[in-house]
């Protein structure tokens, strides 16, 4: 098994800004002398004197002995000139995302480093490969992709490019773990694991608000109370700031060749052209001035629930159901699986959505009176449930639909009618792009669920969802997506489709 770095191993680390100044803080907790350089004049004192208050906060939390703190903080010091980094065992790069000026400095770094000193380089969506290409031996040259905050955030992302040597890919992941990180191997293609498979999170939302499916605030709270996500996809844009994230969705898109299923969002582009870059400038979806107030989501007025309600079969959001309305002594009876029908009352059939709209829903199984509920985490705990109406639906049977929902506990915001929803559809979506990733070799399963676990905090691996979901499922949301609107978009990686037909699960 390859050892991580000795703690005797000085570690350089070159930029001082946040991401550059938490990764010196993880280095010199773990042990490590470090030496952090930067161009700018007393920007690597300032950074260690933060690293320092922040070892003493942990002292003071009981989260470090005060003489572990002092220790750590003596382990820092500033370097004002490259010169100074000789005698590094690993030097961590974390400038500007310029290929250029990264490749410029690890070709200086390799004339003043001993032969065995790894380079790593923190960039988020530059290519290793590439990176390395300036290099006269880029077997040396590897990613570890730390998150903000890098003391906090547990996820590293060790990156190989072409030339990587496997040796320093696997020094590079035991020492991560050492440093008390969550290490995961990826390859170098566009936006590595995390980036890439989190696209979908923002374009599916982008594209049900293109769309009229419903406004910013409505949708992300379904993705939270419903999808168990932690932010809603435009609130999470507003924070990342619409400039970065817009940024990063145009690199990954541009670097697949224009594969639609990365198409950067017309409606971000015009946020990033009116300088409503989120709440760093005030303003972005929603708005940060101090006097507004935060929109609250759409919610059907209350209705009264059916005094017919069936419930079918023993689905997961069946059982769910059956157990909310009983906790609220709503009157209901049971009955044997009647095709993918969820429940009924008031006239109404009740289904959860499987990527068709519900009119086509409803034209295709003869059944006028159709409402679709979305996808949820875990029907049995979710607050809120988007649901969407057939054309052909009679207005008192969707009250009822809406008014069985209730009973059962669920806030209902009822969206246009869209295909899949706003849950399902991105969990799909998650799931078809994380199966990608894995057959395109750029990581393993348990490596892609590890990594949105842990770099965007996401409830469940997109993998695992899937498979809790049904992957037949996942295929056929994909397939009526894919027929509604006639992209590639949405085309059916070929691993789900493997596993669809050897039934077999991910996990």
Not at 4 to 21: D, K
Not at 159 to 167: C, D, F, I, K, N
Not at 186 to 203: C, D, E, H, L
Not at 312 to 331: D, K, M, P, W, Y
Request: glycine content about 8%; proline content about 5%.
């Amino acid at each position: 098994m390859t050892q991580a770095l000795s703690t005797q191993t000085v570690v350089a680390v070159i930029g001082a800004g946040a991401m550059g100044a938490g990764i010196a803080q993880v280095a010199a907790a773990a042990g490590h002398t470090v030496k952090l350089h930067d161009t700018r004049p007393e920007a690597a004192a300032q950074a260690i004197a933060g690293i320092r208050v922040q070892f003493e906060k942990m002292a003071a939390k009981g989260k470090l002995s005060q003489q572990a703190a002092q220790d750590a903080g003596s382990r820092l010091m500033a370097t004002p000139q490259l010169s100074d980094l000789a005698d590094a065992g690993l030097v961590v790069e974390a400038i500007v995302e310029n290929l250029q000026v990264k490749q410029k400095l690890f070709s200086d770094l390799e004339a003043l480093v001993s032969d065995g000193c790894i380079l790593a380089t923190n960039t988020s969506s530059i290519s290793i490969t590439a990176i390395g290409a300036a290099l006269k031996n880029p077997q040396r040259l590897a990613g570890l992709h730390f998150f903000n905050p890098a003391p906090l955030m547990a996820l590293v992302e060790v990156v190989s490019g072409l030339a990587t040597r496997p040796e320093v890919a696997n020094t590079l992941f035991a020492t991560a773990a050492a440093w008390g990180k969550t290490p995961v191997h990826a390859k170098s293609t566009p936006g590595f694991i995390v980036n890439r498979v989190a696209r979908p999170y923002y374009a599916e939302a982008l594209r049900v608000l293109t769309e009229g499916g419903a406004d910013c605030a409505t949708l992300d709270a379904c993705c939270r109370e419903a999808g168990g996500f932690r932010m809603g996809p435009f609130e999470l844009m507003d924070m990342i700031g619409h400039d970065v994230n817009f940024a990063v969705t145009h690199s990954v898109w541009r670097a697949f060749f224009n594969d639609p299923r990365f198409s950067p969002s017309l409606i971000q582009q015009e946020l990033v052209d009116a300088g409503f870059l989120g709440k760093k400038s005030g303003r972005g979806f929603y708005n940060y001035s101090a006097d507004a107030g935060k929109p609250l989501p759409a919610t059907a007025p209350a209705q009264f629930p059916p005094m017919d309600i069936v419930v079918f079969g023993q689905s997961t959001a069946a059982l769910a159901l059956v157990e909310r309305l009983q906790a609220n002594h709503i009157s209901h009876t049971r009955s044997p699986a009647s095709g993918d029908s969820l429940a009924s009352g008031g006239g109404a059939t009740v289904r959860v959505t499987d990527g068709r709209t519900a009119t086509r829903c409803a034209f295709e199984t003869g059944t006028p009176n159709t409402v679709l509920i979305d996808l949820a985490l875990d029907y049995s705990r979710a607050t809120r449930l988007a649901v969407v109406v057939a054309a052909q639906c009679d207005p008192a049977a969707a009250d009822a639909a809406v008014g069985l929902l209730q009973a059962a506990g669920f806030a209902v915001s009822v969206l246009q009618d869209i295909p899949g929803l706003i849950v399902m559809r991105t969990v799909a979506m998650l799931a078809n792009e994380a199966a990608d990733a894995v057959n395109q070799g750029v990581c393993d399963a348990r490596a892609v669920d590890t990594a949105m676990c842990l770099g965007v905090n996401y409830p469940c691996g997109p993998l695992a969802w899937g498979d809790a979901v049904g992957l037949e499922r996942i295929q056929t949301v994909l397939g009526h997506l894919a027929h509604t609107y006639g992209e590639d978009r949405y085309r059916t990686s070929p691993l789900i489709q493997h596993h669809v037909f050897a039934q077999k699960a991910f996990s």
